[in-house]
């Protein structure tokens, strides 16, 4: 036991003790915020950085022109009386001021068809930006058209958006239920667990062959069981992990108070806010209605569960990598045996994707027992609530799976540590574990 | 007694077998060669007294008992293949393998200091292991294996690696440990070094031990009946007596004659001194290398011809 903790102790301060350890805490929430950052730059610098664009319009019917104003992004120009061949003089005429030729002909109230001329691009902003404006303006000019009063008004009380809200019957009473909330949980979850045991995973391996590739394995084993040091690997990476993840729980606590005083979003989850305020504020009610959401999952037995799949898949698919890295001498050829690993994984990801949109169906149900999904499938079902049995039978499986697994890496381990050379293929660890 | 008392140990792998029946006994406080041509199964037989791996038959005895994984606190192991962790600190590479030897951290300390002291390398304490040199890489690694003062050491191999400066260190400190009472199990191809420091040897090939004594025992067995004469006129050879075999310029030891089968050494040299002017004589006995070969080759012939 003494050795063990000895073990434990040198495999996590080896990693954390690490550069690239620090670097990495530290860099990924940075690295997330810039990929989180990238877009809404890219965005701005398109919306300011780029002139403004001059569009002539052609507009045959004389009615339509005025409904498209001028933006930050295009200004659009009224011509009249022009047809198609001279659009295109004028356009060689500019010389490349104008930057596409709108041309809404005679007949588009029966047709529908407004065509854009251009030696450039046209993209889709502008498409877009045109099929709107038109679309509203003409579509308001037939209601006009047909000169029945109020027409307008009936047409847009006509208009429903309807909100299905669902609502759980359960113990404490009637209760909104979540399926929003619900499901980022259950995707947050399951991304966490699969995040954790692909990238820990791999650095047990790492580290199972750097001993290898070092050689200092035998002068290890030669004072510990080969179990014990596999044992002390997969926990020392294991808390390694753990450490990691509390970082940045903190950090992205820290962040979130500043970002919530800065917002006024801490505000928000207080204090029932009236009808009146919330119709006037429309993404404050949105925002109200998430907090609602949230607050009413029952976070206990998701969390128990969670800590629970979280071990066990970890222990599983960590083991797995242990015994796998044994077999090879250096990391690069680690992928013949990884690759089917790390399919599964992505196959057990993908299902929980799927499974989200239906988290009863046979297909969650199967997935999220089989031992190898389940760590990652269980996380999207748990929010949604899960039938006891189903919870048990997937755990007790997933342990003793687990168990089973780490006991046959144990015995792959202790012959592949020592194999040398010859590269090792399946048949070989089947021959070790016999 | 012997100290370690290995009794027909057997190991099989998936088609071979790698120890085949061998037994070996190594006395208290001797230095023991155990050799071998590559594949012998010396790598093998060494891994299970270290516990590594469990042999499928037969035992080892450690000071007259059974051993059992907590006897691996006993003994000091270099394996042929051997490495450090390259990011850590010296001291804290000795301290480890120490204390996984079962060492507290106190003694740890202590025993890590006083060797360092002891191979100059004290101000590489706190340097990284990646920062040595490979010689000072090989004395830590040495360090590491003694630090825990184990009663029964074994080496395999030691000498490869070291330049002969320090090479002579670690023989050195070898025999100063045999002195301080250790055990010494040394496995090696390195001939000269045998007859250099070992007492006893057991040699392996295909799995079995074909030879084992004391290194003199085992060289006056083997001895070709060759006497090397030194005469101040030339010898003639002497068909009822012996053959002149071509000299060996290595030596420089005057006239290699072999004796014929029956002839004895008293006879041989009174007949040579009737006859030459006889200055000196010595018995020449084989070396351990040739003795290696001979009997390693000699056994390929048998199996050739089985």
């Given at each position: 036991?003494?050795?063990?903790?000895?073990?434990?102790?040198?495999?996590?301060?080896?990693?954390?003790?690490?550069?690239?350890?620090?670097?990495?805490?530290?860099?990924?929430?940075?690295?997330?915020?810039?990929?989180?950052?990238?877009?809404?730059?890219?965005?701005?610098?398109?919306?300011?950085?780029?002139?403004?664009?001059?569009?002539?319009?052609?507009?045959?019917?004389?009615?339509?022109?005025?409904?498209?104003?001028?933006?930050?992004?295009?200004?659009?120009?009224?011509?009249?009386?022009?047809?198609?061949?001279?659009?295109?003089?004028?356009?060689?005429?500019?010389?490349?001021?104008?930057?596409?030729?709108?041309?809404?002909?005679?007949?588009?109230?029966?047709?529908?068809?407004?065509?854009?001329?251009?030696?450039?691009?046209?993209t889709?902003?502008?498409?877009?930006?045109?099929?709107?404006?038109?679309?509203?303006?003409?579509?308001?000019?037939?209601?006009?058209?047909?000169?029945?009063?109020?027409?307008?008004?009936m047409?847009?009380?006509?208009?429903?958006?309807?909100d299905?809200?669902?609502?759980k019957?359960?113990?404490?009473?009637?209760?909104?239920?979540?399926?929003?909330?619900?499901?980022?949980?259950?995707?947050?979850?399951?991304?966490?667990?699969?995040?954790?045991?692909?990238?820990?995973?791999a650095?047990?391996?790492?580290?199972?062959?750097?001993?290898?590739?070092?050689?200092?394995?035998?002068?290890?084993?030669?004072?510990?069981?080969?179990?014990?040091?596999?044992?002390?690997?997969?926990?020392?990476?294991?808390?390694?992990?753990?450490?990691?993840?509390?970082?940045?729980?903190?950090?992205?606590?820290?962040?979130?108070t500043?970002?919530?005083?800065?917002?006024?979003?801490?505000?928000?989850?207080?204090?029932?806010?009236?009808?009146?305020?919330?119709?006037?504020?429309?993404?404050?009610?949105?925002?109200?209605?998430?907090?609602?959401?949230?607050?009413?999952?029952?976070?206990?037995?998701?969390?128990?569960?969670?800590?629970?799949?979280?071990?066990?898949?970890?222990?599983?698919?960590?083991?797995?990598?242990?015994?796998?890295?044994?077999?090879?001498?250096?990391?690069?050829?680690?992928?013949?045996?990884?690759?089917?690993?790390?399919?599964?994984?992505?196959?057990?990801?993908?299902?929980?994707i799927?499974?989200?949109?239906?988290?009863?169906?046979?297909?969650?149900?199967?997935?999220?027992?089989?031992?190898?999904?389940s760590?990652?499938?269980?996380?999207?079902?748990?929010?949604?609530?899960?039938?006891?049995?189903?919870?048990?039978?997937?755990?007790?499986?997933?342990?003793?799976?687990?168990?089973?697994?780490?006991?046959l890496?144990?015995?792959?381990?202790?012959?592949?540590?020592?194999?040398?050379?010859?590269?090792?293929?399946?048949k070989?660890?089947?021959?070790?574990?016999? | 007694?012997?100290?370690?008392?290995?009794?027909?140990?057997?190991?099989?792998?998936?088609?071979?077998?790698?120890?085949?029946?061998?037994?070996?006994?190594?006395?208290?406080?001797?230095?023991?060669?155990?050799?071998?041509?590559?594949?012998?199964?010396?790598?093998?037989?060494?891994?299970?007294?270290?516990?590594?791996?469990?042999?499928?038959?037969?035992?080892?005895t450690?000071?007259?008992?059974?051993?059992?994984?907590?006897?691996?606190?006993?003994?000091?192991?270099?394996?042929?293949?051997?490495?450090l962790?390259?990011?850590?600190?010296?001291?804290?590479?000795?301290?480890?393998?120490?204390?996984?030897?079962?060492?507290?951290?106190?003694?740890?300390?202590?025993?890590?200091?006083?060797?360092?002291?002891?191979?100059?390398?004290?101000?590489?304490?706190?340097?990284?292991?990646?920062?040595?040199?490979?010689?000072?890489?090989?004395?830590?690694?040495?360090?590491?294996?003694?630090?825990?003062?184990?009663p029964?050491?074994?080496?395999?191999?030691?000498?490869?690696?070291?330049?002969?400066?320090?090479?002579?260190?670690?023989?050195?400190?070898?025999?100063?440990?045999?002195?301080?009472?250790?055990?010494?199990?040394?496995?090696?191809?390195?001939?000269?070094?045998?007859?250099?420091?070992?007492?006893?040897?057991?040699?392996?090939?295909?799995?079995?031990?074909?030879?084992?004594?004391?290194?003199?025992?085992?060289?006056?067995?083997?001895?070709?009946?060759?006497?090397?004469?030194?005469?101040?006129?030339?010898?003639?050879?002497?068909?009822?007596l012996?053959?002149?075999?071509?000299?060996?310029?290595?030596k420089?030891?005057?006239?290699?004659i072999?004796?014929?089968?029956?002839?004895?050494?008293?006879?041989?040299?009174?007949?040579?001194?009737?006859?030459?002017?006889?200055?000196?004589?010595?018995?020449?006995?084989?070396?351990?290398?040739?003795?290696?070969?001979?009997?390693?080759?000699?056994?390929?012939?048998?199996?050739?011809?089985?």
């Amino acid at each position: 036991m003494n050795k063990l903790r000895l073990i434990i102790a040198r495999e996590y301060m080896s990693i954390v003790g690490r550069k690239s350890f620090i670097i990495m805490t530290l860099g990924m929430p940075l690295l997330f915020l810039l990929i989180a950052a990238v877009p809404v730059g890219l965005a701005y610098l398109n919306d300011k950085g780029s002139d403004v664009q001059q569009i002539a319009v052609i507009d045959e019917t004389g009615r339509y022109a005025a409904a498209l104003h001028s933006d930050d992004m295009y200004s659009f120009v009224a011509l009249k009386g022009d047809t198609v061949t001279n659009a295109r003089e004028f356009y060689d005429k500019a010389n490349g001021s104008i930057g596409a030729v709108v041309i809404i002909p005679r007949d588009v109230d029966s047709t529908g068809v407004v065509n854009i001329y251009s030696e450039g691009t046209i993209t889709p902003s502008l498409v877009s930006t045109i099929r709107n404006t038109l679309n509203d303006t003409i579509e308001n000019a037939h209601l006009a058209a047909m000169g029945i009063p109020n027409l307008q008004e009936m047409v847009e009380k006509a208009h429903v958006d309807i909100d299905v809200r669902s609502i759980k019957w359960s113990e404490a009473g009637e209760q909104e239920s979540s399926t929003d909330a619900a499901m980022g949980l259950g995707f947050l979850l399951s991304f966490i667990t699969y995040m954790f045991v692909l990238m820990y995973g791999a650095m047990i391996m790492n580290s199972v062959i750097e001993e290898k590739t070092n050689r200092i394995v035998e002068v290890v084993v030669s004072s510990c069981r080969p179990f014990q040091l596999m044992l002390g690997k997969i926990i020392g990476v294991g808390l390694v992990g753990l450490t990691q993840m509390a970082i940045w729980i903190v950090l992205l606590g820290i962040v979130g108070t500043v970002a919530g005083s800065m917002f006024g979003i801490g505000s928000m989850s207080t204090g029932t806010v009236p009808p009146e305020a919330m119709a006037a504020a429309q993404d404050s009610g949105f925002m109200q209605d998430v907090m609602k959401q949230i607050l009413s999952i029952n976070y206990l037995p998701i969390i128990l569960n969670f800590v629970l799949y979280f071990i066990g898949g970890y222990l599983l698919y960590s083991a797995l990598f242990a015994g796998l890295g044994s077999a090879v001498d250096q990391a690069s050829d680690a992928s013949q045996f990884t690759t089917p690993v790390i399919l599964i994984m992505l196959i057990a990801f993908y299902a929980g994707i799927a499974c989200a949109e239906n988290p009863m169906g046979p297909m969650a149900v199967w997935c999220s027992i089989i031992p190898f999904t389940s760590p990652v499938v269980m996380m999207v079902r748990l929010p949604f609530g899960v039938p006891t049995w189903q919870l048990v039978l997937s755990i007790v499986l997933l342990f003793a799976t687990a168990l089973a697994i780490t006991w046959l890496a144990a015995r792959i381990y202790r012959r592949g540590i020592l194999h040398y050379g010859q590269k090792a293929s399946f048949k070989d660890l089947f021959k070790w574990i016999k | 007694m012997p100290y370690l008392d290995i009794n027909n140990v057997v190991k099989r792998y998936e088609g071979h077998t790698a120890l085949d029946g061998v037994s070996m006994q190594v006395e208290q406080g001797c230095i023991y060669g155990l050799l071998g041509p590559n594949g012998a199964g010396k790598s093998t037989l060494i891994r299970i007294i270290n516990r590594i791996i469990a042999a499928d038959a037969g035992s080892v005895t450690l000071n007259g008992k059974e051993m059992t994984d907590d006897d691996i606190a006993h003994i000091g192991y270099l394996p042929e293949e051997r490495g450090l962790y390259k990011k850590m600190k010296v001291g804290d590479h000795i301290v480890y393998l120490g204390r996984l030897k079962g060492m507290t951290k106190a003694d740890a300390v202590a025993s890590m200091h006083w060797w360092l002291d002891r191979f100059d390398l004290k101000e590489w304490e706190n340097k990284k292991v990646e920062n040595l040199s490979k010689g000072m890489q090989q004395k830590v690694q040495f360090i590491g294996t003694v630090i825990h003062r184990p009663p029964l050491l074994i080496f395999d191999e030691p000498f490869s690696g070291f330049d002969p400066v320090n090479a002579e260190q670690l023989k050195t400190e070898i025999l100063a440990l045999r002195d301080q009472g250790s055990t010494i199990l040394f496995s090696t191809h390195n001939m000269a070094s045998v007859e250099e420091v070992c007492q006893q040897i057991t040699l392996l090939n295909h799995a079995k031990v074909v030879l084992t004594g004391s290194v003199d025992e085992v060289k006056q067995h083997h001895k070709k009946n060759i006497i090397a004469v030194q005469t101040a006129d030339t010898i003639e050879p002497n068909p009822e007596l012996f053959t002149i075999l071509p000299p060996d310029p290595a030596k420089r030891q005057g006239t290699l004659i072999k004796l014929d089968p029956g002839v004895n050494v008293r006879d041989a040299i009174s007949w040579l001194n009737e006859h030459y002017r006889l200055t000196g004589f010595t018995e020449v006995l084989p070396s351990m290398n040739e003795i290696f070969i001979e009997t390693v080759k000699s056994q390929k012939t048998v199996e050739n011809n089985e």
